[in-house]
């Protein structure tokens, strides 16, 4: 089966591709400036800009099955919007076009915030959306842009809202800015002891795309993905990388749920 995964070489996209290899797909690795060595006759690295494929022949994609975006454009605000909601609805009708009587499912890595600053305590997918920053917005606005365009049953869809993603060589601002804290002697932890953190191993994502694909499901859904792990096994966790005591501040819901949220911002 041959499938498409446009951000080949972002954090999960190089993971992504590697899983597919192993399950023996032939996929088409789309990257734009930094070109991933994959290593496998299974895989065709191709290269364009999402910002500008007028002009590009992508006949050769006619007969994939699956699409799987993990372009996420994050540091530059003039692009934001174009690279991750209006280019890739552009993208989406022209490879509708290529080959009509193939019906395709698009798998969209989207992000657990989407839902915005929130004091719920458990968020799922029925949980209302309010994004609050121009890469969650924008983010949300492709996911509403997609429904529409599979509403003629030529593409189907599934978006998955994966939490905070960590694992082998990937950079996790959050957790980086939780260590910096940590080595301060210090921790932060809610007064609800149920309170949890949102991570997700690298390899779980990779694992729930694998498994939509090789279950051949489509119902056009969306899935949260997250591990939930609680405050005071991330606290034990941190402690013994850094080998050192911490001290536990404990903040009301509010103050916390805040303070998580924007700590990547920080670090």
Known sequence: MQVLVLGSSGRLGKHLVKYLIKENFFVYAHYFKNKVNFNSKNVKTIKFDINDI???????????????????????????????????????????????????????????GVYGDTNEIKIDETSKCKPNNDYEKSKYQFENML?????????????????????PNIRNNVINGLIRIAKLHFFLIPKNKNHSCPFIDVRDVCEAVVQIIKEKIIHNEIFNLSKN???????????????????????????YNNFFLHINVFF
């Open 54 to 112: 007028d002009d590009i022949n992508l006949q050769y994609l006619k007969n994939i099955k699956y699409i799987i975006n993990c372009i996420g454009e994050l540091n530059n605000k003039s692009k934001i919007y174009n690279t991750n909601s209006k280019s890739l609805l552009l993208f989406i009708k022209k490879i509708k076009k290529i080959n009509s009587t193939n019906i395709k499912t698009w798998i969209q890595i989207s992000s657990i």
């Open 147 to 167: 429904k529409s365009e599979c509403s003629d049953k030529l593409l189907k869809y599934f978006i998955l809202r994966p939490s905070i993603i960590y694992g």
């Open 229 to 255: 792990y609680k405050i005071q096994d991330i606290k034990n966790a941190i402690e013994k990388k850094i080998n050192k005591k911490i001290y536990v501040f404990r903040l009301n819901n509010f103050f």
